[in-house]
């Protein structure tokens, strides 16, 4: 199993990343996909949840900002980051479960500063 994500960057307070992770090695269109984050002296924490269904949740600090969405033909699971402010500084990792193991990717890193 293998997650790529890309798309995490500087940006200024008020503005907008796409984060994407490329998914190989499983049956993607079987499983939820997580995107989680960290920030420095902080616990590892879940942001958004997309299952094989399409249903999604979030944290309750991104709701109304965050969106997380799947293509299945490309194996891609996306977060669009909008009105991003300085507390959603971290790195950001793509996550999935197979038989009972977790699966992350390397994580991207996103820095909101002015």
């Known amino acids: 199993v293998q997650l790529v994500e890309s798309g995490g960057g500087l940006v200024q307070p008020g503005g907008s990343l796409r984060l994407s992770c490329i998914a190989s090695?499983?049956?993607?269109?079987?499983?939820?996909m997580n995107w989680y984050r960290q920030a420095p002296g902080k616990q590892r924490e879940l942001v958004a949840t997309?299952?094989?269904?399409?249903?999604?949740d979030y944290l309750d600090s991104v709701q109304g900002r965050f969106d997380i969405s799947r293509d299945n033909a490309r194996n891609t699971v996306y977060l669009q980051m909008n009105n991003l402010n300085p507390d959603d500084t971290a790195i950001y990792y793509c996550?999935?479960?197979?038989?009972?193991?977790?699966?992350w990717g390397q994580g991207t890193q996103v820095t909101v500063s002015s």
């Open positions: 090695g499983i049956i993607f269109s079987t499983h939820t």
């Open positions: 997309i299952t094989r269904y399409f249903t999604t």
């Open positions: 996550h999935t479960l197979l038989t009972h193991s977790n699966y």
